[in-house]
């Protein structure tokens, strides 16, 4: 079967591409002695963790405990959760995740910490703990390398959790700030840092210059989209995903009308300045995604010389991928167009 | 169980304003002697298209395929798709279809007409075809009443499907202003057109001021949300649905995060002037979601005389309620915060 005889919209993957920029990053963090651990919200998908790890990967990173289950179910050993697991009911699945694979969590304060060491009483082997610290993302994160070694001590005055390390997101120059003033007070404490990782697609390659991190993480990477192109992180032929959609309406000569709308594009848009419209259509590079509505993509084709007919399909690199994915029961793996599988996005919606 | 025994992040249904919503609209609708056709695409389940059509609706709304199927297996008997439904795969499965359901679909253009033409071929009863035409809300539809009739006109010359009138979205002055010409044009052609089909929450109201319909289709009011309280077509005491979450960091004292992103609450944002932000939070009128991540919504909580704690619970106000039931593999329905049933979105994903 060949992609053009599936039914739209549909998101079509291209299997070399993805395996492709997984090695490539692979190749550079080997290189610079990075471990390498893949975010795996992008793909959400066990077959990729599993490449990923074959080509080096030290393990992967999830957001949420419902991905690391499916995960360690599906036979991944290795899972960073860089996100405050909070609260009884998750610090249960967490201790009896334990059995099956080798957890580590990233806090940021005292009450996640509550969770964890309760966890951590319960589990198999201890649980793994990295303290998230503020680079410039303006998200969460301690803000001082004081507040990061309090936190650090009171991890070490539990059982059942082991301090390893600090984790950022995403690496900049502020993180090698940080970093140049908490490692002498981790030092000084007597607190071993073994792991500092770092993330994010757009500054991955640069990674040796920003900060002195020994860990990567970073989930774009393996499909890449309109974002990543327009952050220089990636050209056209680097994006693996794609979805295909049909004309459905032409109501006036510049508009056309999609099968693709919010519930299938996502309603993400660039950063200001960085392009228009909800999406690429190489096909049609003047052609642009103006509005969605859930089921309706509206296309101005104002400046496009070319324009396409009712029925015909076209071709989408969505503007940020990783929500795309999440809006998708399956994916269609392909080389060159014929279809080497349907997945299951088994990691779809699994918020909690 | 209570809904803040609940892990977060999650949705919850007030069933009994649901209810109250579903009934209102249905009073308006027969005093003012409307049809009213809901628009399922909002809770996409079942038993509220089967409450609805209790209450008295006609018959429901769906936007695709694939929601129509999921509708009919649950016993549903009168679908109205408002899409153009094209290519060779969904007519089969339309034809199909019509075993289980009365059938109709509004389309604007020929080459939807050749599918519907093909599908009614192998129909068991005839399926209904209506003409969208353009209402000012520039996405599809026929742009002049000639263009109306011509395609009326198509549809009369292939047996297996019947012409059964106009539809629009949304209901506006101009729908009015196309009918005024487009009327006289179908009785001078000897075209009976027995259903004229507006739609629209914000406006639903006033449907008797704004043009000469006969029938309804809305969705949004069954929940309602901060896109429909903007309108002022609700109060907040008139959503249904809330979305549950937790502050799970405290970074800055005028900074909280908590579990629910975009993944959660979708990036639609309110039209510009409406308001910021990507939900509205009643217990903290005056902080704001500023940011959405996939998995953290940011809160800025600079104006917020007071401040959620770490591991507090938040209920939030989505911005746009279609939407985040789309993300959200089920929602949980209650009655004074006790929980009725953990209901499936079956509908949920179904673009094709």
Known sequence: MHISELDTPVPVVDYDIACRNIRRLQEYC???????RPHIKTHKLPLFAHEQCKAGAVGITVQKLGEAEI????????????????????????????????LSVAIDNEKALQSLAWAGSRARVPIGVLIEFES????????????????????????????????TYPTTTKTAEFLREAL???????????????????????????????????????????????????????????????????????????????????????????????????????????????EHGVLDLGRSPRKPEIGERVRIIPNH????TNLHDSIYL????????QLSVYLRGKTI
């Open 334 to 341: 392909h080389r060159d167009g014929a279809v080497l599988a």
């Open 30 to 36: 080997d290189a610079n002695r990075f471990k390498l």
């Open 184 to 294: 002498p007070l981790f030092r000084k404490a007597g607190i071993e840092v073994s792991v500092i990782s770092g993330g994010g697609t757009p500054n991955a390659y640069r990674t040796h210059e920003l900060a002195p991190v020994n860990e990567l993480r970073v989930g774009t990477y393996i499909y890449n989209d309109r974002m990543m192109m327009a952050a220089q992180a990636a050209r056209l032929e680097d994006c693996a995903l794609s979805v295909l959609a049909t004309v459905v309406s032409r109501p006036r000569s510049e508009r056309a009308v999609i099968d693709a709308g919010s519930k299938t594009l996502s309603s993400d848009l660039l950063a200001p300045g960085q392009g228009a419209g909800y999406g690429l259509l190489p096909d049609y590079p003047d052609a642009s995604i103006e509005r969605l509505n859930e």
């Open 71 to 102: 995960m360690a179910h599906t036979g991944l050993t290795d899972i960073l959760i860089t996100y405050n697991v909070m609260g009884q009911e998750k610090a249960e699945r967490l201790a009896r995740l334990t059995n099956f694979a080798r």
């Open 136 to 167: 410039g993302g303006n998200r969460q994160g301690v803000q001082t390398p004081g507040q990061a070694v309090d936190l650090a001590k009171a991890v070490l005055s539990h059982s059942g959790v082991e301090f390893i390390g600090l984790m």
């Open 321 to 324: 991928v990783c929500v795309v």
